[in-house]
């Protein structure tokens, strides 16, 4: 149970990260390149959608614990972090030799 649990607190806070990284993407990249981040970030939110459902309906009791449910949440949650994992070494590479302590602009 503490595994639902645990995905009932965590999803929320993986969907909270999605969106403020989505809000500070850098509009100047090619279409193509927001076309795919933009697939990436629907797959992120059905991964997350699907952990907190199956989540929800385990511990409500409407949904037995057993494998399957399990294997549902940790797979989906993987995908979710794997995803999350992606998109932070694309944010390393992306801003590779500036500053984060200045203000854009600044000098």
């Known amino acids: 149970m503490t595994l639902y649990e645990a995905a ?7 969907l909270i990260a999605l969106f403020i990284e989505t809000r500070s993407l850098d509009r100047q990249r090619s ?7 933009n ?3 629907r797959l992120y939110a059905a991964l997350g959608v699907v952990a907190f459902m199956v989540s929800l309906l385990v511990v409500a009791g409407i949904v037995a614990a057993g494998r399957l449910p399990m294997a ?3 797979a989906t949650l993987s995908g979710c972090m794997g ?3 992606v998109r932070i070494l694309q944010r390393f590479g992306r801003d590779r030799g500036q500053r984060h302590d200045q203000v854009p602009g600044d000098r």
């Open 39 to 41: 697939v990436q970030d």
């Open 31 to 37: 279409r193509a390149m927001r076309r795919w981040e």
């Open 83 to 85: 995803m999350l994992y």
């Open 8 to 14: 009932l607190q965590v999803v929320p806070v993986l």
């Open 72 to 74: 549902i949440v940790i």
